[in-house]
């Protein structure tokens, strides 16, 4: 598992995810729960459950403007009602030198546009992934069975169609190193209760439908996405993690989808597509040992796709 590779004043490295780095305030007792962290986007990215390398240049910085621009959105500033998020101040006041206050960032120079300062959360073990489109591994399944994680859908769908409605197929998240799997609306009942299942469900079918109208607005489909819950300190349902990203999310160009006659056509990505695709004909399966390292041509793609992805919907 990937490590922080930069010591940041004031704040103890606890956790590194694939992508993600997580730090405490350096003065937290070993074992206690801060009231506030740090979470950093790296530029590292993943795809099969790897790390890949070398990484995507300011990806993490792309990555967590868009998350802080949705989590505004998601607050209110779309019109919708806010939704708890576990964004924390990320300035302190401080007594200055002449004795006057001084507005101090808690977030450190050496990841400033990449870090978030966030509240501690009691984390919900459910992955909400809400399908708006058919595609990726339910497109594999549907071909199958005629089924996305078991929900029976209507025959005759193609490859990157609009689903008659968004559908909800949480998955539980595995304890590290294990890989999350796909599990029933009536699995999360047994593992969180029926109104925390129910409350979970309905805030990502909603979180969904808001951001995929936005998205639309704007010429881009939102064709799936994952959201992470969790519970505040009064027991209050908390977006947390990051929120509708090239990362966590699938997104096309509505123009092409429209227009385009093939899937590859259809679905024109700005999400890492790219690198999986790339992935997936160039290092077979089982796809164990260490992935080949991604060429230049795939990077600044991937970059640029992510970019514009910003740059589309950020727009006024």
Same mark, same amino acid.
């Given at each position: ?192 209760? +029926?109104? #925390?299942?129910? *409350?979970?469900?309905? =805030?990502?079918?909603? %979180?969904?439908? $808001?951001?995929? @109208? ?70 077979? +399966?089982? #796809?164990?040992? *260490?992935?080949?390292? =991604?060429?230049?041509? %795939?990077?600044? $793609?991937?970059? @640029? ?12």
């Amino acid at each position: 598992m990937p490590t922080p590779t930069t010591e940041l004043p004031g704040w103890r490295h606890a956790y590194s995810g694939k992508v993600r780095d997580l730090y405490v305030p350096a003065d937290t007792p070993e074992g206690a729960t801060p009231e506030r962290m740090l979470v950093v986007a790296s530029d590292r990215v993943s795809a099969f459950d790897h790390v890949l390398s070398p990484g995507i240049p300011g990806k993490g910085e792309l990555l967590t403007t868009l998350s802080l621009w949705w989590f505004d959105r998601l607050a209110g500033a779309d019109g919708g009602r806010s939704i708890p998020n576990h964004l924390a101040a990320s300035h302190e006041l401080t007594l200055g030198a002449d004795g006057a206050d001084d507005l101090k960032s808690l977030i450190p120079e050496a990841v400033a546009g990449r870090a978030m300062v966030v509240k501690s959360l009691d984390m919900l073990p459910i992955e909400c992934v809400v399908r708006g489109y058919l595609t990726g591994s339910g497109w594999a399944e549907y071909g199958e069975n005629g089924t996305v994680c078991g929900i029976a859908l209507p025959e005759g769908l193609s490859n990157g169609d609009r689903l008659p409605e968004p559908i909800y197929t949480p998955a539980y998240k595995a304890p590290l190193g294990e890989h999350d799997e796909n599990i029933s609306y009536e699995r999360t009942v047994e593992l969180v209760g +029926a109104e #925390r299942a129910a *409350e979970l469900r309905d =805030l990502s079918l909603e %979180i969904y439908a $808001r951001a995929a @109208a936005t998205a639309e607005a704007h010429g881009v489909i939102l064709a799936d996405t994952k959201f992470e819950f969790g519970l505040d300190g009064n027991g209050v349902l908390t977006i947390a993690d990051e929120v509708l990203t090239s990362d966590s999310s699938r997104y096309w160009d509505a123009a092409a989808w429209a227009s385009g006659t093939t899937p590859a056509e259809r679905m024109a990505s700005f999400d890492k597509q790219i690198v999986r695709d790339w992935l997936a004909a160039n290092w077979a +399966a089982p #796809r164990e040992g *260490e992935p080949p390292a =991604l060429p230049a041509d %795939i990077i600044d $793609r991937t970059t @640029a796709r992510y970019r514009e992805l910003l740059e589309r919907l950020t727009a006024a």
